[in-house]
């Protein structure tokens, strides 16, 4: 039996649960992503140092029980990400529901995810969505399935989701890599660390197995946090108006350490 891991993120003093980190992606609900030898679509919103309620934080693998409320923080954390108002047309409410309906057909309910969330009390306030390439974007079979929904939620801001998906496919490394996100933390909750727990905890995993990670983000103050962690800026492009950053951090690339912002 794996001997359990009591780990701290470095940057923020949250404690990580006791689950082995190695084998939080190992759950009945989803396929063991292949083993090979040795993450806007992100809104961390964690560029304080505010430690307030850390105490009762634990970053745990997700289970089926936790979707909804997953998704829940997922539409709330990028209702007015400057992607999701140009999909919506500035319609925050709209944006909302587009995001909560997207991050679970097309990112936490796909059968490759590897999914951590952020527990307080028994409440989810933040969620980390990363995929193991090849399965980083949708199969032509998903798209299909997901269509339906797609429409219903974005409306006319359909082909600017589609112009959206297609620029972030181009710029998908055609390489191993883990790529992560979506990153969101509850707006009652952001401020306090949890992006950067979460985003610690799942690195931590992906050095153990040698694998590099990979981004997006159109989130200006994000790109510094990123960069903390490792992650560097090797691609941009202006997507309807916004500034796309896609970043690639190395296996074991240099993260925050004790004592330093």
Known sequence: MPATLAR??????????????????????????????????????DTSDDSAGKAGIKIRRMSRNDIGAACKVLGLAFADNPNTLVIARGDRARGQRMMESGARFAKLGRRYSHVLVAEDMGRVVGVLNAIEWPNCQLRMSEKLKIAPSMIRVTGLGLPRAFTMMSVWAKHDPRKRHWHVGPIGVHPERQGGGIGKALLAAFLDMADAQGSPAYLETDVDRNVALYEKFGFKAIEQEDISGVNNRFMWREAGACSPVPGHS
């Open 8 to 45: 701290t993120c470095p940057l923020c003093g949250l404690r990580f649960s006791n689950t082995p980190l190695l084998e939080l992606h190992i759950r009945e609900d989803h396929p063991r992503p292949e083993r090979r030898p040795a993450r806007d679509n992100d809104n961390p919103a």
